[in-house]
């Protein structure tokens, strides 16, 4: 059961360059997401999507894209990274939104480090 | 504005010794529940939920939570621990808006 897939797992980036985090899932999840972890701060949204076409903004959305061309896929693009863009990205997706979004299945993780 | 707070940021406890792990939320809607766990270097999993019911639920790993509305709160408790439940726990909520976390509690169990 491959469930949530992230990739890269591990990348460093200079400030400035761009780069896209894949995510995909194999489970027919229509919402998907994605949060950053950084140290006692928990979680952040960043962006969601509630099935293939639609996309919203989550807490922390600046310096970052989104597109959700079919259900499977959600990746995450960095237009200029900035050192402050260091962190852990997870993408995470649930069956449906409502109270079953809350119920999300997460990927393991990918460590991004910007110098 | 909605809000979750974790009222420790770390927890020592001894093992077989039991523990509570604090939950704030503040809401004008009704929410839903949750609590997650997080191993080191894992992504995060689904340790229980509250979406209407009883108000104690269980989860997985012999944890439980108590959904307290006048209180606000929703309380992870165990009443023995083991040195594998050393990871960090997050309470989330969500409402009206997609899933809010808390900042986590790392839990650290002595042998």
């Known amino acids: 059961n491959a469930g949530v897939t992230q990739t890269p797992k591990f990348q460093v980036l200079k400030t400035g360059q761009s780069m896209t985090l894949q995510c995909a899932q194999d489970?027919?999840?229509?919402?998907m997401s994605w949060y950053r972890q950084d140290p006692g701060m928990g979680l952040r949204l960043i962006h969601y999507?509630?099935?293939?076409?639609?996309?919203d903004q989550g807490e922390v959305p600046n310096g970052y894209n989104v597109s959700r061309s079919t259900t499977e896929d959600f990746p995450l693009r960095l237009l200029s990274a900035a050192p402050s863009q260091t962190s852990v990205y997870f993408c995470?997706?649930?069956?449906?939104?409502?109270?079953?979004?809350?119920?999300?299945?997460f990927g393991e993780g990918s460590r991004l480090t910007v110098l | 504005a909605q809000s979750v707070t974790q009222l420790d940021s770390q927890v020592p406890v001894f093992e077989e010794a039991p523990v509570e792990l604090r939950c704030n939320y503040s809401?004008?809607?009704?929410?839903?529940l949750f609590w997650y766990v997080q191993y080191p270097n894992q992504g995060l999993q689904l340790l229980l939920k509250?979406?209407?019911?009883?108000?104690l639920v269980k989860g997985i790993n012999g944890f439980e939570a108590e959904f307290n509305k006048s209180q606000t709160s929703f309380h992870l408790r165990k009443p023995s621990v083991h040195i594998s439940d050393t990871a960090e726990y997050f309470c989330?909520?969500?409402?009206?808006?997609?899933?809010?976390f808390g900042k986590g509690t790392r839990l650290s169990v002595i042998a």
């Open positions: 995470a997706s649930s069956p449906s939104g409502g109270p079953q979004a809350g119920e999300l299945f």
């Open positions: 489970m027919n999840h229509e919402y």
């Open positions: 999507s509630v099935g293939a076409g639609i996309t």
């Open positions: 809401s004008s809607v009704s929410v839903y």
């Open positions: 509250y979406l209407s019911g009883s108000t």
């Open positions: 989330a909520f969500s409402g009206n808006t997609p899933l809010v």
